[in-house]
């Protein structure tokens, strides 16, 4: 609304007069304010005077009265005979003397005597009789007595000891409301408050008004002295208390609508001045700003043509600036074009290499696919950040930028470009065979010379062959991406993407972005795998294997999305989920099967994890399992990742009195060497020397060096992958103390398993019958 500088222009003029506007206007409305209010409270103090001095004339009367009744022998000596008769006589004829609405006599001890009204209730006197005993002398005050209150005075009968307490009130009423309203010409209300509730007394204001002034009390906190606003509406009202528990109240109600209508009027005649002016204004600013902006339009109409290319003169303007402004603008569009020429070729350029940036492929990578079926590669220099960490980060530079050379250089290859780091896009020219390509790639490959060292790097590569219009490039850098996620894996030069690797790779995602759901969604489950002592026929073992059985994908096998968990970072989620659950189990297990020992499998991100021991001893001590119950076991090239941090955190777990063991024993990548600086207690042999041992002799004489090895260095061995009952004698002859295999059982349920337990107290006789050494098949165990 306000983007043009002539709408600005006219709302800069409009809001200065409109702003001095209402700043007179406040300033003089507030001032007449002001000097209303003055006004008024100027009337309601006199009027509060002129109330207050009504109010003592009347309190001089009642004590001039009382006094003399109370100095009067008659009455002094009716008091002091108790003449019940002539005392109620004497108080009517003396209040009737002074047209008093109320006498009254207390007894020394603060009984009413007599009084000329009745008075259900006295508590109210009672409380104003001991504050006049307090005074020993006249007590004047205002109380309420029954919902009405009554000016009273009371003074001390002397015989000449004082005998009695004589007292007379006038009414204050609407009487006194209709009499102070002739002195003042104002409204009178009388109220009285309580924890009940709030009345009016009584007023010289409407029924209406009265009901508005006693739903305004309820809300309302009173203070002496106080002018309220709006007591009822449009009127103001000056408050006072009339007695000194501040129960009774009076109000002065001092109608504001003359001092309304003067300050409506004027601010009627200040709004059309006002508007008037603005009016005037508004004219004004439409002449002036046209004045201004018209040499502005011109200039606009000049630089939009310059922004379209055309070569016009600049437009002939009168004011000197915006002259000056057009002759800049024309220098200017000479040098802005010649810079935008360079600005496009810098944009799709990479800046180390001159190749091509993302930029540049997703700008003629569409083209080069609507043009006809070809083949694609995306190249990567295998183990690249070496070369930055061996021989700096200039010299990886200059690697990128003779490789960048060679790709520029070669005649088949139609259009490179770099991607990332040391990651390259090239369209290779149209037919091309395998072994052209991997000629090419031979030539790429060749030694590169940094700064007199000759360096010598594998380049893979993924390859996607496409069909012409195949315009998603999306999906075609996708696939190039997959296959070359294939080729590191299979470890060769050039891996072509092949049908079907799309799916694999979307199942992929999904496993991995339903990893996490699983875990507290029920998907993911434990099984139990014994492991049997061969040596003393117990099972008080077993291994905790996790399973998946997904909602759409099925059954997913560990191998997979345990592998996956790794390469996402997610592994230590189904670790600690793992392990917080054996435990659980373990703690209902234990009552029944107290030498039990549960062993789980640790990953090398959970080995590296410093955090881990004291996880696992909080989880144990939440479900009060002792640390024997719970055995971990590792790979071998889980520990040769980070060896010194891995062996410094098995230590840690082993200190704390957890069994660890060595898994999949001898398909790992450590040496010997290490073997003997684990702290494990357990060595488990894998199940590729295990299944078919009874069958291979090579396997047999692995397994019993490995044996021996281990036996040698205090370690416990387990022999994994038993399916039969020959092997069994086989790997009881060789020296192994525990067998786990489906020989003895597949994986099991925690409730299966508990079964199994108990049935193989019973059972165990049928898995050692005729076991028998291999070497002289005399039996071994029964």
Request: some cysteine; aromatic content about 8%; charged content about 15%.
């Amino acid at each position: 609304m306000l983007s043009s500088l002539r709408s600005q222009l006219t709302f800069l003029l409009v809001a200065l007069l409109l702003f001095l506007a209402l700043v007179t206007g406040y300033a003089t409305l507030n001032t007449m304010r002001q000097d209303s209010e003055q006004q008024a409270r100027q009337i309601l103090k006199v009027a509060t005077n002129v109330f207050r001095q009504t109010l003592q004339v009347r309190s001089d009367q009642l004590t001039s009265s009382v006094r003399l009744l109370a100095a009067d022998f008659g009455f002094r000596q009716a008091v002091a005979t108790a003449e019940q008769a002539t005392i109620q006589s004497v108080l009517d004829n003396h209040g009737a003397r002074i047209n008093a609405d109320l006498a009254l006599l207390f007894s020394l001890d603060g009984r009413l005597l007599a009084s000329t009204l009745p008075i259900a209730d006295d508590t109210t006197l009672q409380q104003r009789f001991q504050q006049a005993q307090a005074s020993q002398g006249a007590f004047a005050d205002i109380v309420s007595i029954e919902n009405d209150a009554y000016q009273i005075v009371l003074v001390p009968v002397r015989a000449p000891q004082v005998i009695a307490w004589v007292g007379m009130g006038f009414a204050v009423d609407a009487q006194l409301a209709l009499q102070i309203q002739a002195i003042t010409g104002l409204d009178v209300s009388f109220s009285q408050k309580s924890y009940a509730q709030d009345i009016i007394i009584s007023s010289t204001l409407s029924e209406d008004l009265q009901q508005a002034v006693t739903q305004q009390l309820v809300q309302s906190v009173l203070s002496d002295e106080k002018i309220v606003a709006d007591l009822p509406l449009n009127y103001i009202a000056q408050t006072f208390s009339l007695d000194q528990q501040q129960q009774l109240w009076a109000f002065l109600h001092l109608p504001n609508e003359r001092w309304l209508a003067n300050y409506q009027r004027l601010r009627s005649q200040l709004f059309q001045i006002f508007s008037l002016g603005l009016a005037l204004a508004l004219v004004i600013a439409f002449f002036y700003t046209r004045s201004v902006t018209r040499p502005l339009d011109k200039l606009v109409k000049f630089a939009t043509a310059i922004g379209q290319g055309a070569n016009i003169a600049p437009p002939s303007v009168k004011l000197a600036e915006i002259g000056l402004l057009a002759n800049t603008l024309s220098v200017m569009r000479n040098a802005i074009f010649q810079r935008e020429t360079e600005l496009k070729q810098q944009a799709q350029r990479d800046p180390l290499t001159g190749l091509g940036n993302r930029l540049a492929v997703d700008k003629h990578l569409p083209q080069i696919l609507n043009e006809a079926s070809g083949q694609l590669l995306q190249l990567n220099i295998a183990k690249f950040k070496h070369v930055n960490a061996s021989f700096g980060f200039s010299n990886g530079d200059m690697l990128l930028q003779q490789l960048a050379t060679r790709l520029q250089d070669n005649t088949q290859i139609r259009f490179a470009a770099r991607l990332g780091a040391d990651e390259f896009l090239l369209v290779l020219a149209s037919g091309l065979t395998e072994d052209d390509v991997a000629l090419l790639l031979a030539e790429l490959s060749r030694p590169f010379d940094l700064s007199g060292s000759i360096i010598s790097l594998s380049l893979v590569c993924g390859g996607y062959r496409y069909l012409q219009a195949e315009e998603d490039v999306n999906t075609v850098l996708r696939r190039l991406g997959i296959a070359l996620n294939s080729a590191k894996q299979q470890g060769v030069a050039l891996a072509l993407y092949q049908s079907g690797q799309d799916e694999s790779h979307q199942r992929e995602l999904t496993i991995i972005r339903d990893l996490p759901h699983a875990l507290t969604s029920g998907q993911l489950f434990i099984v139990y795998q014994p492991k049997v002592d061969i040596v003393a026929q117990r099972a008080v073992s077993a291994e905790a294997l996790i399973r998946w059985q997904h909602p759409e994908l099925g059954f997913i096998s560990p191998i997979e999305f345990i592998l996956l968990a790794e390469r996402s970072g997610n592994i230590s989620l189904i670790s600690h989920w793992m392990l917080q659950n054996v435990i659980a189990q373990l703690a209902n297990w234990l009552p029944s099967h107290p030498d039990l020992c549960i062993a789980v499998n640790l990953s090398a991100d959970d080995l590296l994890d410093e955090q881990l021991p004291a996880k696992i001893l909080a989880w144990l001590t939440a479900k009060q399992v002792p640390v024997s119950a719970l055995s971990l076991e590792v790979t071998e090239s889980a520990v040769m990742q980070d060896t010194n941090k891995a062996i410094g955190n098995l230590q840690q777990l082993k200190d704390t009195g957890i069994q660890l063991a060595i898994d999949d024993f001898g398909t790992g990548q450590s040496s010997l060497a290490y073997l003997k600086s684990l702290p494990v207690h357990e060595v488990k042999i894998d199940r590729a020397f295990i299944k078919d041992i009874e069958h291979n002799l090579q396997d047999e004489l692995i397994v019993q060096a490995t044996t021996r090895l281990a036996r040698g260095l205090g370690l416990k061995v387990t022999a994994e992958g038993l399916e039969n009952q020959a092997g069994l004698s086989r790997v009881l002859a060789a020296g192994c103390q525990q067998v786990q295999g489906y020989y003895f059982s597949k994986p099991l349920t925690a409730e299966a398993f508990s079964h199994w337990l108990t049935a193989f107290l019973t059972e165990k006789t049928h898995y050692f019958t005729a076991v028998t050494d291999p070497a002289n098949h005399e039996d071994v165990v029964q």
